[in-house]
């Protein structure tokens, strides 16, 4: 096995899809993720798996169980499993972060190339056991 090896920033910094699921383990997967300005993911919930976010660039609020936490470069969160949480970018410019999922949640290789599309495929795209490598 390979894992995966690169520059973590560079390409989050690079990414102008909505989502892009870059590696899949079969216990953690790692996805980038770019929201325009005034643009959400949408207010959700994983009951059973963590979630780790890292903003690398613009500014936003991740709110967690109704608590709004600004964000902007460099940020860490944490979501715990079975808290509501919903990420917004509040500033002039794109967000672009990357997250962790604890076990995966997504399919292995997802792209959505903006929000539309990744609401469309929601039911489609949840992770189906297969690992990327």
Known sequence: MKGYVDNIET??????DFR??????????????????????????????????????????IRIDGTANVVEDDFAVIVPAGARHNVV?????????YT?????????????????QAEYDHDKDHFDGKTTE
Do not use: C, W
């Open 20 to 61: 892009r699921v870059l590696y899949t383990g079969k216990n953690l997967q790692l996805v980038l993720m770019t929201l325009k300005p005034g643009e959400e993911i949408g207010e959700e919930v994983h009951h059973d798996r963590d979630q780790f976010f890292r903003i690398e660039q613009g500014r936003g609020e």
């Open 11 to 16: 390409r989050t910094v690079e990414n102008e």
């Open 100 to 116: 962790l999922y604890g076990p995966p949640e997504h399919r292995d290789g997802v792209v959505h190339k903006d929000k539309a």
């Open 89 to 97: 970018n509040t500033g002039s410019s794109p967000l672009r972060l």
